[in-house]
């Protein structure tokens, strides 16, 4: 498969541990903060999302927190599967008001090993 | 349902010339997103159509542009190229426009190498 990145932070956790993934964001105005997920050779796929106004959303084994105050934002993984492995990244999306005009603003990622 | 795809996967030009990307999106998708992404930058936002009509632009020059046909096929064109245009460029489909990410599905993108 491709590489989506060459120099990306690397985690590495044991089958069944869980996972924290950490993103820092810059604008502190976003409307709404986005994980996804990449797996080699394949395009992103969207995880779980969180609006501005919240500090803690929970998905299916995986919850995003957002700390404001920092401007930071992490993924949690519960019970890390071998399918997990992907380059795991943020994004922040500002909406600006009318005709749906927006910014959307991705992180670097995050390269996630699991180790069986 | 087939998903998001792009033509071609692979791509090799030399700096000057001009490319075109195609993607075509999940049947009944009215909005196609352009991303590209390489190892320096990361994932960066070029553009979205929906019904025909660019809705929103990210932040790169005139030398990138795009259309949107009718039957939602989308085409991404990149005029003199140069080395830095070297990247995955990915396509995203979804109903809506607005850049609705929770139901927006990806291609597996197109990797184009400038010499």
């Known amino acids: 498969g491709e590489s989506v990145g060459l120099h990306l932070p690397t985690l590495s956790v044991q089958e069944g541990d869980n996972s924290i993934i950490n993103c820092a964001y810059s604008n502190s105005a976003s409307d709404y903060f986005i994980w996804y997920k990449q797996e080699s050779g394949k395009g992103p796929q969207f995880i779980i999302d969180?609006?501005?106004?919240?500090d803690k959303r929970q998905g299916q084994r995986v919850t995003v927190l957002l700390n404001k105050t920092v401007k930071h934002l992490s993924l949690q993984i519960a019970a890390t599967q071998p399918g997990d492995s992907a380059v795991y990244f943020c994004a922040e999306k500002m909406e600006y008001s009318g005709a749906g005009s927006y910014q959307l603003t991705f992180g670097k990622g995050t390269k996630l090993s699991v180790i069986p | 349902k087939a998903g998001v795809t792009q033509t071609p996967r692979y791509l090799i030009k030399t700096r000057g010339q001009q490319v075109t990307l195609s993607c075509s999106p999940i049947s009944g998708h009215r909005s196609v997103s352009w991303y590209q992404q390489t190892p320096g930058q990361g994932l960066q936002f070029l553009f979205e159509?929906?019904?025909?009509?660019?809705?929103n632009k990210g932040n790169f020059p005139g030398r990138f542009s795009g259309r949107q046909f009718s039957n939602s096929r989308s085409e991404m064109n990149v005029s003199t190229l140069e080395l830095g245009d070297s990247a995955l460029y990915l396509c995203a489909s979804s109903l809506g426009a607005g850049g609705s990410y929770n139901e927006q599905f990806f291609g597996p993108g197109t990797r184009l190498t400038v010499l």
């Open positions: 969180i609006r501005s106004n919240m």
């Open positions: 159509y929906f019904s025909e009509t660019q809705r």
